[in-house]
């Protein structure tokens, strides 16, 4: 059982699982933005545009309540699915533009470090060893 917590804890400690746990929190506040942002933004716009007031509230009612019975309306919303979609997209958009960006970035260091000449080799052991014999030869 030691054995087994000790594996657990390195894999828990390694910088990995650290980097992917900011990752999913950085997400999530992502997607709270972009969720705001189509439903609060871009909803709001295209109901003005299309004629309705509330975007979220376009279904397809396929069966109207009936209060008698008890029995709720059941309907297709489609409207919530449009505004889904249109998260959905703007997500995949900024991530798209967040990996192009950090590939560009990656290309251009990489051409950058090609164009720097690599500097010309040291002397090795034997060449320095070679050097200080003839010296010492020269002083005595």
């Known amino acids: 059982m030691k054995k087994f ?11 990995n699982v650290f ?13 709270k933005i972009t969720t ?11 109901s003005l545009l299309t004629g309705s007031m509330d975007f979220t509230q376009w279904k397809l009612v396929l069966k109207a309540a009936n209060e008698s019975t008890g029995m709720a309306e059941v309907s297709l919303n489609y409207g919530n699915f449009i ?10 958009l900024v991530v798209f533009l967040l990996v192009k960006g950090m590939n560009a970035l990656h290309r251009r ?16 052991t034997e060449e320095l060893l ?5 010296l ?5």
């Open 130 to 134: 070679t050097e200080i014999r003839d």
């Open 136 to 140: 010492l030869k020269e002083k005595s």
């Open 19 to 31: 980097d992917m746990a900011v990752g999913v929190i950085i997400g999530g506040a992502f997607g």
């Open 109 to 124: 260091k990489k051409t950058e470090e090609a164009a720097v000449p690599p500097s010309p080799p040291g002397p090795t």
């Open 5 to 15: 917590l000790r594996e657990f804890k390195e894999f828990a400690m390694r910088g």
């Open 83 to 92: 505004a889904t979609v249109v998260d959905f997209l703007l997500i995949a």
């Open 36 to 46: 705001s942002l189509v439903n609060d933004v871009f909803m709001p716009v295209l």
